[in-house]
């Protein structure tokens, strides 16, 4: 029997970090971000993922980053933090820190560049989990940028630890995705999907939600997969789904994650540069991306 009753769900938006050309954290713009994404319905809160640029982000700005972000919330929807890091002890470090700071579930990426075999990724998740014993943990799976997978087998054993109550995948694979959901059925552990084009797929197969990045353009669509699926307006839900595939798609116009930030500016949030080395889009690519922008309705044509 789990410890915890959280269960990860609905439309968690994996918040862009916004910033000035130094790479300071632009709070204001922050605030109206976290407003922004309230407004549109969403089920959750994700700052410092790998849109939020954890990589690029000092401890202290992390920190300046949740408390903000916890702080303009205000209990008005869940807190999940990504907490990553190369190391254990750093990784354990971040957690404390977020989950001291009062958020409501933290969501650790696979450590990345060192090539980790399947007895490492379980004994990093493991020795965090230990060390934060009363914190609702996430599993985070994606192998295209960490080169790091998360075998099924490894997901079940897991899964059947007291706090850690699911999984961000990321993978794109919906096989891979659905061996999660399967071999985890009964086990109060929850799947969600980290690939923005496969929300209402992952919804079908049992998953609970998604961990999207293009949420934070216009949370409405995303959150109409979700709400329009749970009340089994299936059309409706799929037809949202094919609303979203190009701004997902669109993230191929220029170096994650400069495309949300670019296309945050361009709807009125100041979201600022990409921390460098990221630099912008071209410009041929950045009017392609208004054009998206336009016919998804997010902007004025």
Known sequence: ??????????????????????????????????????????????????????FA???????KVIATVIDEAGGRVPVYAGTAALTTREAIET???????????????????????QKEVMEYYL?????????????YSNPGRTKVP?????VKELAAVDNIVGIKDSSGDMSLTAEYIRVTRGMNFHVLAGRDTLIYA??????????????NVDPRIPVEIYEAFMVGDHRRALEAQYRL?????????????????????????????????????????RARLRQVLVEMGAIEG
């Open 57 to 63: 982000l000092t401890l202290e700005q992390k920190k």
């Open 127 to 139: 020795a965090i989990a230990e060390a934060v014993p009363d914190l609702p943990i996430l599993l």
């Open 245 to 285: 595939a190009p701004l997902r798609l669109a993230f191929e116009l220029g170096t994650f994650p400069v495309v949300i930030k670019e296309a945050l500016n361009m709807i009125g949030i100041e979201a600022g540069p990409a921390i460098r080395p990221v630099g912008p889009m071209s410009a041929e690519n």
């Open 95 to 117: 957690t404390k820190m977020a989950r001291d700071l009062g958020v409501d579930a933290v969501s650790i990426l696979t450590p990345f560049f060192t090539n980790l075999s």
């Open 202 to 215: 992952t919804l079908c197969y049992g998953g609970t939600g998604s961990i999207t990045a293009t949420a």
């Open 1 to 54: 029997m789990k410890m915890t009753k959280f269960i990860p769900r609905g439309i968690i938006p994996a918040m862009a970090t916004p910033t000035d050309a130094e790479g300071n954290i632009n709070e204001g713009a922050l605030r109206k971000l976290v407003n922004h994404l309230i407004d549109g319905g969403v089920h959750g809160l994700f700052p410092v993922g790998s849109q939020g640029e954890f």
């Open 150 to 154: 998360v075998a099924v087998e490894t």
